[in-house]
Structure formats: structure tokens, C-alpha cells
């Protein structure tokens, strides 16, 4: 860590939340902003350090999401305020926003089934929680957009991608797999457009927004926290169940992979047993939709580096191939969601 950076994040600490002497360590986790485990004396804290520009509005609703889940049987870490009473401070270069340490580990191995049904259940409530939140009523900022893909656009940034690294002089075992990958990817965009066309009506309301296995913290089987709500944004419900419900490493790593999505989707749909059928059906192939338009984790290897760019070189490789097992078999997925959607 930068010493003046480390210098002035503990005089925010000591200085705005009376939390002198901390004892700060940086975690391997985040690609937007930097996280660190907080010892203060015999408490521990988590801190979330902003990076430069952050909308510091967004930012506070988001946090306003989290206890508004906290209040609805969602397990959620509770935010630390201020001695002012602040959730998020900003402070000379410093912005920091400070949390009560929540035990538990993110899986990174795909979930057990004890773990899809807690994942679920948690999804379903916070769907439930978050169902008349005011801000569903304005449309989505991004659902336009999703629904109609510049395919062509995205053949570009493939074609652009797989010249960069071919055209290095000396590839790596990555440049390798990228070469592959995107070739892969290029060859099967013409179908976006027929699945597309495939979609139902579909529910839109405001979501947890990033849903996903490495925002969820387990102690063995029991979901202890949910993490990193983002601001309220009406989009897709059947979006985020698919999502979690046929995450990349369930898809890739579970050889029963369709009857583990299907275990989640069960958990949810009895938490939140209102959701139309067509939005159960048609969660795996947005799932889809979402991998095959997205060139996530490789674009940033070639063009723009991410924080934490080793990790996301390999979720791009996992979330390839969930995408290829799910194109091909996307029949029999929707097949069984149909019947855990109808038999209720």
C-alpha cells in the first residue's frame, strides 16, 4: 500500500468514526474499489475505499438498499456511521464507507445444494422486499439497451481483441486460450438475435443488481451476508435468478448442473411465489444472453487491465464455457424450469 494512502485512510478512521490505531489489511477482492480487513483493538471492521470520481449518490443508495433487504430477513452487513452519523464519508482524497466484519467465505467452487436453496430463498426475499420500491416505477436505465445488442459492434471489439493477441510476438498460455475463445464466441453471435426473439414479456422491477456467488459470504451451509447491493434500477427479475440460478461455476464445475440451477430456482420460487412463470422459464436463456453479449474479463486483458486482472482472465475462460454448455443445452434447462414454473 501507498504509505501516504495507508497515512491518510487511518486519520479518516481515527478522525471521523473515533477509530484510533487501526490496524489495516488490504483483501485480494474488489474490482471497484479497494477493500481492507480493519482491526480496531478487539473489533474487527470491514472498509470500502472509493476510488476517484465514484457517485457518491449512487453509492449512498446502495447502501439505503442493503438495510432496506436487512429488514426483510435478508442477512446484510450493517454499515458503521460516522461520530456525525455519516454511512459514507468523504474526506480530503480519502472516501470510505465503514462495515461490522460479517463471518463467512465466499465459494468459488460452485454452490452445495444446501447453499443454492439459502441463495435462493435470500434472492427471493429481496425481490420480495424490493418489489414497490418507488424508483420501479421510472424505466431502466440499461434494459433497451440489453434487449437490442449492436451485435455488430461486438463482432468488432472480437475481431479487434483476437488481433491483439495474435499478433503478439511472444504468446502466453492466455493469449492461447483468448485466440480459441474468441473465435468460439465469434462464430455463434448470429444466434443472439433468434434467442432474443425467443423471450416472453418479462417482469421488471428494482433487484439486488449484482447477485452473484462472489457477493455472497457462507459459514458452511447458512448464508451469513449478502454484499454490495447497488443503487436502485428497475431491470430484468428473470436477469438476476438466472444468473445465480446458472452462475459459471455451477454450470461448468457440477456435472448435475441443470438439477442444481433448478434446486435454487425452487428455493426462490418459495420465497417468492408470485413470480410468472414465463420469467422462471426464461431465466437461463437471459443467462445466456448475458455471457454470449458480453466480452467481460478479456476486453480488460487487452485493452484496459482491471485491478485484479489474473481473476478476471479466468472469469472470462469459466464464463465462456458456461456459455457454450448453456447454448447447447438450453432446451432440456428450459424445459425443466418449466416444469418447477407450472407444477406449483
Sequence with gaps: ??????????????????????????????????????QAGDEVLF????????????????????????????PVARVRRSTDGRSIVQQDRVTVSVWEWVSGAVVDNGLNPAQQRAAGAALGRIHVAF?????????SSKLDKWMHPDIDKLEATTVKLLGIAGERAQRDAFDEAALRTLAERRAVLHRVPELLAGLPQLTCQ?????????NLLFDGNALTAVLDFLPPDPFLVAYELGRIAFDPRT?????????????????????NPRLPAADVIACARVALLQLMTSLYG??????????????LDQFWLLRHAAAQRLLENLADVETALAQVARGR
Design 206 to 214: 428494482v433487484l439486488h443488481g449484482d447477485y452473484s456467488a462472489v
Design 131 to 139: 418489489a414497490d420500491h418507488p424508483a420501479g416505477a421510472r424505466p
Design 47 to 74: 472498509v470500502k475505499q472509493y476510488q476517484d470520481g465514484a457517485d457518491l449518490a449512487a453509492e449512498q443508495e446502495a447502501v439505503d438498499q442493503a438495510a432496506l433487504a436487512g429488514t426483510h430477513q435478508v
Design 251 to 271: 454450470v461448468v464445475l457440477n456435472d448435475d448442473w441443470i438439477a442444481a440451477g433448478v434446486n435454487l430456482v425452487t428455493a426462490y420460487l418459495d420465497a
Design 298 to 311: 478479456v476486453k480488460q486483458h487487452y485493452l484496459k487491465p482491471g485491478l485484479l486482472q489474473d481473476d
Design 1 to 38: 500500500m501507498d504509505p501516504d494512502a495507508h497515512a491518510d485512510l487511518g486519520s479518516v478512521l481515527a478522525g471521523a468514526y473515533a477509530l484510533p490505531a487501526v490496524v489495516l489489511e488490504r483483501l485480494p477482492i474488489g474490482q471497484v474499489t479497494v477493500n481492507y480487513r480493519a
